[in-house]
């Protein structure tokens, strides 16, 4: 985790009433120990399980959690604590986690209402990890609960076909592109296109060609020829620019050891057939059939239900968006304290959101 994309422990990665409840505990309660715990309240509407991830980097941000000497002359700065005590921003320029986190392991599947991690500590210091923790576990536990079922799709008839994340310039900011390729590869993705999600996480990265390749040269088949005499052995050729018909047929004149063709738009399961059968009867059984184009776990598995001869499948926007599904109503709430010895079991109890006291198993 070299690049700055991914935080490191930085304290100011909270909401504000973080810092204002974390001073009145300094000021009236400091030798209070606190257990906050984290779930999903509801499923999602299109969801029956969810799978944890994001955990090495809570562990991470924990670990390495401080309030930097700018985050402190910001906080110190606010009209809001302009009269309170200033050894307070003292005690945060100094403070560290102390405490103990238990949670599930990543690529775990679990359901609502099920504790996944649980932070024992100062009341400060978990109180102060609540937006982080949050933000850290909610975006790749959806992308990676939806990749699952990405993944399935395209093996449920019992036959291994390639998934690869292809979702980077389509996340919600660049962080996001990385966390994204992490999380499709933790549960079951061959890899990504994301180059930096490769270097940073050790996943393999896949690449094809862009229809401007195509249009860069004097016509089509010059396009195909070049790429292939560059990278003859892991060509895969982008045949629809124009018509996936006839250029695969151009393709027969270049050589047959190109990998794969990939096609990205169209009525896929029409043109795949077309494509298969081209590339059999010119003696190229071996040259497989890449999709991808606006994909997602219902319309991959229309395709390999309907028998299409498809051998793997690069998957972005609906992915890393989870289209149908954009958030997950996970909640992180205080649920046991102790102070002078004395524990005290906590719960809510607001309509609708009651929670249930107590540390859980």
Known sequence: MEKCII???EGSLVDLYEITMSYVYWKEIPDTQATFEL?????????NYLVACGLEHIINYILNFHFSEQDIKYLSSHPVFKKID???????????????????????IFFEGEPVLRITSSIIESQLLETAILNLFSYPTLIASK???????STFDGKKRMVVEFGARRTPG?????????????????????VMAGE????????????????????????????????????????????????????TEIGKGIKAVRIDSGDIKKETKKVRKILDE???????????????????????????????????????????????????????????????MVAKLSEGKITYPGKKQ
């Not at 990749?147 to 799709?153: A, D, F, G, K, Q």
């Not at 010119?282 to 999709?291: R, V």
């Open 7 to 9: 935080l490191g422990g």
């Open 39 to 47: 779930w999903v309240r509801n499923l999602p509407e299109n969801r």
């Open 86 to 108: 200033r050894k307070f921003f003292d005690f945060l320029k100094n403070l560290k986690f102390t405490g103990d986190l238990w949670a599930i392991p990543e690529g775990t």
């Open 147 to 153: 990749s699952s079922r990405v993944y399935y799709s």
């Open 174 to 194: 660049m962080s996001a592109s990385l966390i994204a390729a992490r999380a499709s590869y933790i549960t079951g993705f061959d890899g990504t296109s994301n």
């Open 200 to 251: 940073i996480f050790n996943i393999p990265t896949f690449g094809t060609m862009a229809h401007s390749f195509v249009l860069a040269f004097e016509d089509e088949e010059t396009s195909f020829k070049k790429y292939y005499e560059n990278f003859p052995e892991s060509t895969v050729l982008l045949i629809d620019t124009f018509n996936s018909e006839k250029a695969v047929k151009k393709i």
């Open 282 to 344: 010119i003696g190229m059984k071996d040259t497989g059939i890449f999709l991808s184009g606006d994909l997602d776990e219902y319309k991959i598995y229309e395709i390999v239900k309907s028998g299409c001869p498809v051998d793997g499948f690069g998957v972005g926007t609906r992915l890393v968006n989870s289209s149908d599904c954009p958030y997950l109503s996970t909640i992180y709430k205080l649920v046991e304290i102790e102070r002078e010895k004395e524990i005290k």
